[in-house]
């Protein structure tokens, strides 16, 4: 207790804070307002509703492109597609499947794509020839991430690399050229909803839903001292709310918490879940939220994406909707109470389905159809400055930057 008493010093009392979240609350609506089309990905190719397609057939087909991973993402050499050659998009039945894909730099005259991951170290000289000598106009340079703005270091380790490079978005945010989102809600197929969820059921499987839920707000936590600060939110709010914190620096142990056997033992014993964002910016909504939304628990979010456009009605809470930490325990507590409101929060699982990657890796690999679709396109785009289109007005503030 007395550690975050020392931390809620610097921003003067808890009084302040709630006042000061109402304000920023209207300058996340308006933020979040931005963009209120909800988005329809297909399952495949991950692509918006409203990208144009162009046929394949067109085009020779039979002549095969190649996409160059001139990075690994991570560790991973092969963007989570498991192997080199055709075999990546022909087993994941993309739509175009001509695409060879190797890591292969002899290759880099030949190939049709060129893809960049914007978390690389950039260590190696080798790795920076890559700027500022491009041979062939018709290559599509492509620019990839999965972590929010504040966590890459492209525009920082190498400021050449930001203008007049690039010309593919392959990133979570979903004005990319290649949206490549954690996950997503789709509406059960007619058929699917009768089978797994048959109406005559429903008070079985809500009985089920609470039967061992004994427990209240239950976090999984690796990294702390994070840009949204989520650390402090959670530090005050748990003098309000009993909140189980799991992971490197948790005060409850978990065997195995980096696999899914933690979050099934959190879904069975806790009624809410933290699904708290690193970092506030647009659209960045990881599996942090997707997963909890699959299990039986109400995800409690913090976080900049469009939210009311992503999630059903009815799933999740908003920290934002909250005068206070001190507001949202309250109201967690009623829930808690409540069974029937509580179930209320599920009501949409008999309409809608969860689709998450498991892994990073999953969701970029998920990406890939669609860019071998792009080069089998006239698909021409130019971004003039990468960087100010990742990094100018993307992160919002966080709930307690103002005060
Ligand atoms: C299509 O590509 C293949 C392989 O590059 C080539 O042999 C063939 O002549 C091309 N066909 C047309 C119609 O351009
Ligand atoms: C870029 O140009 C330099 C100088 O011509 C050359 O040494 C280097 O190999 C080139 N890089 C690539 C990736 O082609
Ligand atoms: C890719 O972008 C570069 C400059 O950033 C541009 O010169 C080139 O024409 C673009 N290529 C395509 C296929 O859009
Ligand atoms: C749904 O059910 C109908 C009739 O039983 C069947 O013809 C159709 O293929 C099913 N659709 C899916 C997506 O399973
Ligand atoms: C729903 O009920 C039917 C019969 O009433 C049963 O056969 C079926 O297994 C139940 N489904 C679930 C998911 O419990
Ligand atoms: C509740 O716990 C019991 C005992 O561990 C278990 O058998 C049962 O499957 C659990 N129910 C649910 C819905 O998780
Ligand atoms: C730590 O554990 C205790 C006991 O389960 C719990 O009441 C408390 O809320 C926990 N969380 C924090 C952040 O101290
Ligand atoms: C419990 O929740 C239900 C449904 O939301 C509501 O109608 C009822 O008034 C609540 N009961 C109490 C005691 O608040
Ligand atoms: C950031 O975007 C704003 C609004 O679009 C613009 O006025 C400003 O010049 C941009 N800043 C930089 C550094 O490019």
New binding site residues.
């Given amino acids: 207790m007395a550690m975050w008493w020392r931390r809620m010093t610097s921003f003067r009392t808890l009084s302040a804070i709630t006042g000061y979240i109402g304000v920023i609350h209207l300058v996340m609506t308006l933020f979040k307002n931005e963009d209120t089309n909800r988005y329809h990905l297909d399952v495949i190719t991950c692509r918006p509703a409203n990208f144009q397609i162009v046929s394949v057939e067109s085009k020779n087909v039979s002549e095969e492109k190649i996409i160059l991973l001139w990075t690994a993402f991570y560790r991973d050499l092969y963007f989570g597609l498991g192997k080199f050659g055709r075999e990546p998009f022909i087993e994941r039945r993309c739509e175009a499947r001509n695409c060879f894909l190797t890591n292969d730099r002899s290759m880099l005259d030949k190939a049709s794509a060129v893809v960049i991951h914007n978390r690389h170290h950039w260590r190696q000289s080798a790795d920076r020839t890559i700027f500022g000598n491009r041979s062939n106009a018709n290559q599509l340079f492509v620019y990839v991430s999965m972590e929010s703005p504040g966590y890459t270091y492209l525009s920082r380790a190498l400021p050449e690399s930001c203008q007049m490079m690039f010309n593919v978005t392959m990133t979570y945010r979903l004005d990319s050229d290649v949206p490549i989102p954690y996950g997503y809600v789709a509406k059960r197929s007619a058929n699917k909803s009768r089978d797994d969820y048959d109406v005559r059921n429903e008070s079985a499987i809500e009985r089920?839903r609470l039967?061992?839920k004994t427990r209240s707000v239950a976090w999984l936590v690796s990294h702390s001292d994070t840009i949204s600060r989520r650390e402090t939110y959670v530090r005050v709010m748990s003098r309000f709310i009993d909140i189980d914190v799991y992971g490197k620096r948790g005060n409850q142990t978990c065997k195995h918490w980096r696999t899914d056997r933690c979050m099934a033992m959190i879904a069975?014993t806790y009624k809410f879940y933290l699904s708290f964002e690193n970092s506030i910016c647009r659209d960045y909504v990881t599996e942090k939220y997707y997963r909890t939304l699959n299990y039986d628990l109400i995800p409690i979010v913090y976080g900049g994406a469009n939210y009311v456009a992503l999630g059903p009605p009815g799933s999740y809470l908003d920290v934002y909707d909250f005068r206070s930490p001190r507001a949202l325990a309250r109201y967690l507590r009623y829930l808690a109470a409540n069974q029937s409101a509580y179930l209320e929060y599920f009501r949409w699982k008999f309409d809608y389905e969860v689709v998450y990657f498991d892994s990073t890796a999953a969701a970029v690999a998920n990406g890939f159809c669609r860019l071998c679709y792009l080069v089998n396109t006239d698909y021409r785009k130019t971004y003039d400055n990468i960087c100010e289109w990742w990094h100018n007005g993307t992160c919002g503030q966080t709930i307690f930057d103002t005060i």
């Fill in positions: 089920g039967a061992n069975q």
